[in-house]
């Protein structure tokens, strides 16, 4: 049987351990968790444009997010790989925008896509969905 100080040294040892192990835990578990479930990525900026200016709906986010995501990577996967000749690249660049443009056209409305067509002839960089702007 334990004396009285025994008692209470070996409760706060256990006290102290418990309280090292939530702190272990609580350091531990949300990089975890965060390694298990990653964060949603943020969208890209001309996509939330797009969402604003077309009023697209869940789904359509969904496909046009699918589809921007993969533009990016189709171009970025042309200028590592060594796409060097300016003229090339710009009509490779050019006809993977096409191509997405495409695919975004196949995802909108018939009033989306009308608006998304006028949006693109007023940009100069054909970008479209840009902020609400008049052309001057």
């Known amino acids: 049987m334990q004396s009285g100080s025994q008692l209470k040294r070996s409760m706060m040892s256990v006290g102290l351990a418990g309280l090292a192990a939530g702190l272990a835990i609580g350091v531990a578990v ?12 943020k969208d890209d900026p001309h996509l939330l444009r797009m969402q604003e200016r077309y009023a697209l709906d869940r ?15 189709r171009i970025m996967t042309f200028v590592v ?8 690249m710009e009509s490779t660049i050019k006809m993977i925008e096409r191509q997405a443009d495409d695919r975004i056209n ?25 902020p609400n702007t008049t052309k001057k």
């Open 59 to 73: 789904d359509q986010m969904r496909l046009i997010r699918a589809v921007i995501k993969d533009r990016q990577a």
């Open 30 to 41: 949300p990089g975890v968790y965060a390694s298990a479930f990653p964060a949603a990525p």
């Open 81 to 88: 790989s060594g796409g060097q000749l300016s003229v090339e």
């Open 106 to 130: 196949a995802v909108l409305d018939s009033k989306q896509r009308e608006q998304y067509r006028k949006d693109k002839q007023l940009e100069p960089d054909g970008a479209g969905a840009q």
